[in-house]
């Protein structure tokens, strides 16, 4: 069976410093990766996707990037973190195929303070 | 817009029967979904429903589809305590894209 892994769970960082999030999927090959953002207002905001290794989409401009160095690995990053930046962090699997139902991490916790 | 509405709150008591709307906003898009997030973790897959159908029905759990008015619903039967969440549906676009969108999400509070 598949499953996904996030880490880490919570975190909290200063304005201005560095920002890694991992994301890996076990048990599927070549899937659709995804990083959302889930702020106060409780919607899901798309952050990037990705279809392939070093493929990555961008839907929205910010301080933020991703890559996918590895079919099954997809890493959320910061050089310099704003406040804004605070939130819930999920990423979400989904198999190649027409439904694209997607599957979700257990998310991260970002505080910046 | 192209946003995905939902109502943000909901109350019912146990044993009540809940209901859930969504209107999406793409004619023809192909599949729809019902998504589920207790607090703190991240959303499960509850259930999903492909357009050429108009009802699917999983134990607790019925999916109505109004394609003429693009509306979608989720009726939960005998609702349990446990059932308290925040709901999302999601449409899949009939297009190139590979991503879902998703509504801002229904608070359900099952009170006993």
């Known amino acids: 069976s598949q499953t996904i892994h996030q880490w880490p769970a919570t975190l909290v960082q200063p304005v201005g410093s560095p920002l890694s999030l991992e994301c890996t999927v076990e048990g599927t090959s070549n899937p659709n990766l995804y990083w959302y953002r889930q702020a106060a207002g409780r919607g899901l905001q798309l952050l990037f996707y990705s279809v392939g290794i070093g493929q990555i989409s961008s839907e929205v401009p910010q301080n933020l990037s991703a890559s996918r160095p590895q079919d099954r690995q997809f890493i959320l990053s910061s050089k310099k973190l704003l406040l804004s930046d605070s939130g819930f962090y999920l990423c979400a699997w989904s198999v190649q195929d027409s439904r694209y139902e997607q599957y979700f991490g257990p998310g991260t916790r970002l505080t910046v303070t | 817009g192209e946003d995905v509405e939902q109502s943000l709150f909901l109350s019912v008591r146990e044993g009540d029967s809940s209901v859930i709307n969504c209107t999406y906003t793409d004619s023809s898009s192909t599949y729809l979904y019902w998504y589920k997030q207790e607090p703190g973790a991240g959303l499960q897959l509850l259930t999903y429903?492909?357009?050429?159908?108009d009802m699917k029905q999983d134990q607790r759990l019925t999916v109505l589809l109004n394609k003429k008015d693009k509306h979608l619903s989720l009726r939960i039967a005998d609702t349990q305590t446990g059932d308290s969440a925040i709901y999302f549906c999601?449409?899949?676009?009939?297009?190139?894209?590979?991503?879902?969108?998703f509504g801002k999400g229904t608070m359900l509070l099952v009170s006993p």
């Open positions: 429903i492909f357009s050429n159908m």
């Open positions: 999601a449409e899949k676009w009939n297009s190139g894209y590979s991503t879902l969108t």
